[in-house]
């Protein structure tokens, strides 16, 4: 599967941004999807996860209850929308595909996810 990620953008602080990625390829809902973000100097963060259907997610701490992940299998898309930024969510935000989690699996480390999209720039100024 390939998967492109868009959305990423200039915002203060307190805004909001919506991320897509879109797949190509294979069946969408033969994977879990998730998004990751690294911030320079840093090492690559979760940000949150969906199973296949969409039914199960999950956040850490870090953007739970400012963050939103979704998924439209018929349009072969997953998004994460961004409420209430802080400058510490600039990143750049990269989706990632799982084969193989079973259908009510959220993949919750990077290790789990063999295709990752290109990344792209959110930026949060103060």
């Known amino acids: 599967v390939q998967l492109q990620a868009s959305g990423g953008g200039l915002v203060q602080a307190g805004g909001s941004l919506s991320l897509s990625c879109a797949a190509s390829?294979?069946?969408?809902?033969?994977?879990?999807m998730g998004w990751f973000r690294q911030a320079p100097g840093k090492e690559r963060e979760f940000v949150a996860a969906?199973?296949?259907?969409?039914?199960?997610?999950y956040y850490p701490d870090s953007v739970k209850g400012r963050f939103t992940i979704s998924r439209d299998n018929a349009k072969n898309t997953v998004y994460l929308q961004m409420n209430t930024l802080k400058p510490e969510d600039t990143a750049v935000h990269y989706c990632?595909?799982?084969?193989?989690?079973?259908?009510?699996?959220?993949?919750?480390?990077?290790?789990?996810?063999?295709?990752w999209g290109q990344g792209t720039q959110v930026t949060v100024s103060s």
């Open positions: 990632a595909a799982a084969s193989r989690a079973i259908l009510s699996t959220v993949v919750l480390t990077a290790g789990g996810y063999n295709y």
């Open positions: 390829g294979r069946t969408f809902s033969a994977y879990a």
């Open positions: 969906i199973n296949r259907n969409g039914k199960s997610t």
